[in-house]
């Protein structure tokens, strides 16, 4: 689709962005699903262990960006939605700059560190033979990719956030499938670190820059030394959007971290497996409030607050809506799923599930605000919340690790929904002029009868027919998809929205 007709207004935006975010979580989705049952029955649970423990290790490098990504990213969206083009330009160009000098330094020093230090005894890895040459592989991933996301952000930043979702995508996807090939034609975790090594180049690098050069020949990508004005500013808010980078890694990798050391043998596997199966709903929701959280950082830069309002009560009600839909089928699917997934070595647990799901559902209405904070250029706002998250997050994962996966359950969800719960309560309606018990009422109501539509649903058609076998539970998400369709479209759009809809599907092309 020319990128001309998909730019061209608020809805077009929106409908373009959110479908390729909806692609993009469904390819990931069977990728995520693929992956466990693909190195559980190529390497055994003790090295899939390891290895979740070591991807977990070298992610954390990403924080090695300093905090530049998330400044640069925000002010040139910004730049490019008032129409100052000129600082555009200057902003990626010396934005490129610091990136190189980064990127080298960090090459020299993770050679010089692994040279001196043993990754597999600091990490505490059971089967240590190989896995610090892939430690370095996976870190030099993490490294060669750091510059990637500013140059990415040129497509989101002109109003086409579904280029920038593909090219991520084609990344994603290319690093999973060529772990999983290797794994599947007898590689070890080495030759599956250095197949992905090589897709990230390929793949990660090699199609975006083809994309930006085919699509937008205006932007020069040629580094240029930032002026003292662009690195005083850089210094002054790279710091917080470190903070918050900081704070995701503890958050998505430090429990990983903690359970492998102090909890029961086969728990980093269990709280992994459900957190993934889990994730498939809070993805879902996360990739709706992206693509909204752009859009209504437009909105706020352009101080349209009617539009930023609607928008923001409408993400709520999606976000809530769809949680609680996904929710419900997947603790029908859940037992079936784990044994078909896990080959039978990690068993369904309802329980774990609910927490998982449950933290997402009680934050539905708070991310709209979230994603607000994080597109607006407030770095002290998210940095402040991230870090108390983290922070209480570990804390209580260290203290409920003996209880195994619960634990870690338990640790991430209360940290969650109490401190980042919390701050969209306070933002929320401070920025957007949305009544917050209303907004509660609304998003929470939603989420409920998301859940109980969705949960029933998929409770008559179990009461029809047990999926069995792969393609049986395929059947059973189909069948459930096309029951609830109907429903949840009154149940997630207004009736403006739904009209809009309609009028876009029954549009026909337009001849060349």
């Known amino acids: 689709m020319p990128l001309a007709r998909v730019t061209s207004g608020l809805k077009q935006r929106l409908a373009y962005g959110i479908g390729m975010q909806t692609v993009s979580f469904l390819v990931m989705v069977l990728l ?12 055994g649970k003790a090295v899939y262990e390891d290895w979740l423990v070591l991807m977990a290790a070298t992610g954390v490098l990403s924080v090695l960006d300093l905090g530049c990504q998330g400044h640069l990213t925000n002010t040139l969206r910004e730049a490019w939605a008032s129409g100052d083009e000129r600082r555009f330009s200057r902003v990626l160009r010396s934005g490129l700059f610091t990136y190189i000098v980064l990127t080298l330094a960090w090459l020299a020093a993770l050679l010089a560190g692994v040279t001196m230090l043993d990754p597999s005894r600091l990490l505490g890895l059971r089967v240590p033979e190989g896995a610090n040459p892939t430690f370095l592989l996976l870190a030099l991933q993490t490294l060669i990719l750091i510059p990637r996301g500013l140059v990415a952000s040129v497509y989101s930043a002109r109003g086409a956030l579904g280029h920038e979702v593909g090219a991520g995508l084609l990344l994603s996807a290319g690093q999973g499938l060529a772990q999983a090939m290797t794994a599947l034609t007898g590689g070890a975790p080495l030759h599956a670190a250095l197949a992905s090594a090589l897709a990230s180049v390929l793949l990660g690098w090699g199609t975006l820059l083809f994309g930006i050069r085919r699509h937008f ?27 918050s980078q900081g704070a995701m890694n503890a958050i998505m990798q430090g429990p990983l971290l903690v359970l492998g050391r102090l909890a029961p043998e086969g728990a980093v596997v269990a709280f992994s497996a459900m957190r993934v199966f889990t994730g498939l709903v809070r993805q879902g929701a996360a990739q709706l409030a992206t693509a909204t959280g752009l859009e209504m950082a437009r909105q706020h830069t352009q101080q349209d607050t009617a539009a930023l309002r609607r928008l923001y009560a409408g993400t709520a009600r999606l976000v809530a809506g769809l949680s609680g839909l996904g929710s419900g089928l997947l603790l029908a699917l859940g037992p079936p799923f784990f044994r078909l997934w896990t080959h039978g070595a990690v068993p369904f647990d309802p329980i774990l599930a609910l927490m998982f799901l449950g933290g997402g559902m009680v934050m539905a209405p708070f991310l709209g605000s979230l994603y607000l904070l994080r597109f607006i250029d407030r770095p002290r ?43 969209g309560l306070s933002t929320g309606s401070r920025l957007t002029g949305e009544p917050l018990r209303r ?33 049986e539970i395929m059947v059973f998400a189909g069948l459930w998809a096309a029951a609830v369709t109907i429903p949840a479209l009154f149940l997630l759009l207004d009736a403006g929205q739904r009209d809009w809809l309609s009028g876009m599907l029954r549009r026909r092309p337009r001849p060349a």
């Open 32 to 43: 995520q699903l693929l992956l466990v049952p693909v190195f559980l029955g190529a390497w």
């Open 217 to 243: 020949p205006d932007v020069r990508l040629r580094p240029q030394m930032p002026d003292c004005a662009d690195l005083r500013l850089l210094a002054g808010r790279a710091p917080y959007y470190l903070l």
């Open 381 to 423: 706002l998210v940095a402040a919340g991230l870090c108390g998250q983290a922070a209480a997050s570990l804390l209580l994962c260290v203290v409920l690790a003996p209880l195994g996966a619960p634990g870690g359950a338990i640790a991430v969800v209360a940290a969650e929904v109490l401190v980042l719960g919390w701050q």
């Open 439 to 471: 907004h509660l009422t609304r998003s929470w109501a939603t989420a409920f009868c998301g859940l109980l539509l969705g949960g029933g649903t998929a409770l008559a058609e179990a009461w029809l027919f047990q999926p069995d076998s792969l393609l």
